[in-house]
């Protein structure tokens, strides 16, 4: 029994280790595929397409094609360094604009919280209305609740913005008091083993989680190809637009949005981070914070930086 388990188990990882590289393999002639016929998942006009693009969209094949790209970008920045380092500042770049453009949110969202006062309590308003010819007008519940949009923009959209510049809360219990390379080593661990993972496990369960408020029939992650293209002939759309009170906000299929743009971005960004940290390794602590564009309070202020 002992051996047959012993055999059982190293031919079940020695499987499992074929498959791996088989998907790899594939990926390659997936994304040549893809590229070449996005007629097949781009052309929504077809309810067949939209249902290959849901299934694709969450699907081993679509994992390892990104897993993939990843690999042969990393072997080229290993090869050319300054290659990974402008990768690493597109990459810290666009989490930088997508985040300093997303915070004015926070602005946003006080400056209709002061609206909303004063039109309920002043104006005694049970309605706003915004814009000219034909208005945007609903209920002042409506705006009260959207206010919760903003602030999901800013926690989805702002997340790696905030990591760039330092922002994120860190519990330290060893990582001040060990060498500048065994820091190097811990961050491009937690990029592979943490951040990374949990990008990937967001994605996968809140993209059916997304499309489910979107459309009918509504897909599962258990769904073949196949029985979705079968589901693609009673397809229509069904954007979900019910609200917690009658006259509340009544677009939270948004909110599902913002969740794949967040799993999206906390991905891409574990990468730069991995990329980063190899770089500092490789480098030296010359290179730590080489290229970061970090926001500045102004001369003077350099106490209060990353406190804000």
């Given at each position: 029994?002992q051996?047959?388990n012993?055999?059982s ?10 498959w ?19 007629q097949?998942?781009?052309d929504?006009?077809?309810?067949e397409?939209?249902m290959?693009?849901v299934y ?18 990393t ?7 300054d ?7 597109g990459?810290e ?10 915070a004015?949110?926070?602005l946003?969202?006080v ?6 006062v004063?039109?309920?309590?002043v ?24 206010l ?6 800013v ?6 913005y ?23 080593v811990?961050?491009?661990?937690g990029?592979l ?25 509504k897909?599962s992650a258990s ?11 009673a397809?229509?759309?069904?954007v ?6 009658p006259n509340?906000?009544?677009a939270?299929?948004?909110?599902k ?5 967040f799993?999206?971005m906390?991905?891409?960004?574990a ?10 390794y ?7 914070g ?17 406190a804000h």
């Amino acid at each position: 029994m002992q051996d047959e388990n012993g055999i059982s188990f190293f031919g079940a990882l020695w499987n499992g280790l074929i498959w791996f590289v088989q998907n790899i393999a594939e990926a390659f002639y997936n994304f040549g595929y893809a590229i070449t016929h996005p007629q097949l998942w781009l052309d929504w006009s077809d309810k067949e397409a939209i249902m290959r693009f849901v299934y694709y969209g969450g699907s081993v094949e679509f994992f390892f094609v990104v897993f993939t790209l990843f690999l042969v970008l990393t072997v080229i920045g290993v090869m050319y360094r300054d290659v990974m380092w402008k990768m690493v500042r597109g990459l810290e770049g666009f989490a930088n604009v997508t985040g300093r453009f997303f915070a004015w949110a926070g602005l946003l969202m006080v400056v209709q919280q002061i609206i909303i006062v004063f039109m309920q309590r002043v104006f005694t308003r049970a309605d706003m209305a915004f814009g000219f010819g034909i208005p945007f007008q609903k209920d002042i519940s409506w705006f009260a609740e959207e206010l919760k949009l903003y602030n999901a923009m800013v926690v989805c959209m702002c997340c790696t913005y905030t990591f760039v510049q330092g922002g994120h809360v860190r519990v330290d219990l060893i990582y001040a008091g060990i060498s500048h390379r065994a820091k190097r080593v811990v961050d491009m661990c937690g990029a592979l083993l943490f951040m990374m993972p949990m990008a990937v496990l967001t994605w996968m369960y809140g993209w059916y989680f997304m499309w489910r408020h979107l459309i009918v029939p509504k897909p599962s992650a258990s769904d073949t190809l196949d029985r979705l293209v079968a589901k693609s002939r009673a397809l229509r759309w069904n954007v979900e637009t019910i609200g917690f009170s009658p006259n509340g906000f009544n677009a939270y299929f948004l909110f599902k949005i913002l969740l794949m743009l967040f799993a999206g971005m906390v991905f891409l960004h574990a990468i730069a981070f991995l990329w980063r940290s190899y770089l500092e390794y490789v480098e030296g602590q010359e290179s730590t914070g080489k290229y970061l564009d970090k926001d500045s309070l102004g001369e003077g202020e350099e106490a209060y930086e990353g406190a804000h």
